[in-house]
């Protein structure tokens, strides 16, 4: 029995492909993922893309479990990046 790692992702030819297509996948069957059915694969590997390279300049964080050389659970994506807040103290008028 293979035993699941998880660990960050890169941004490697055989990485953002299996991304996509999972994204593409979890879409199609009707997953709550901020993205509308039919999604384009090309739409998924950009959306990769870009969050590989924000993860590569450490604003976000791109985890996902291997067993063995297939990704087979859903990855995950946390964004360490935050907006200045628009709701703080208001200077008095």
Do not use: Q, Y
């Not at 990485?15 to 996509?20: C, E, F, K």
């Not at 063995?68 to 208001?90: M, Y």
């Amino acid at each position: 029995m293979n035993s699941i790692e998880i660990g960050a992702l890169n941004a490697s030819a055989e990485t953002l492909a299996m991304l996509a297509d999972l994204l593409v996948e979890t879409v199609a069957a009707g997953g709550s993922v901020s993205f509308m059915h039919p999604l384009a694969p090309e739409a998924a590997n950009v959306f990769w893309e870009r969050s590989l390279a924000a993860a590569a300049k450490d604003e976000r964080v791109v985890l996902g479990a291997w067993d063995g050389k297939v990704l087979p659970a859903p990855s995950r994506c946390c964004s360490t990046a935050h907006p200045t807040s628009r709701t703080g103290p208001r200077s008095p008028s």
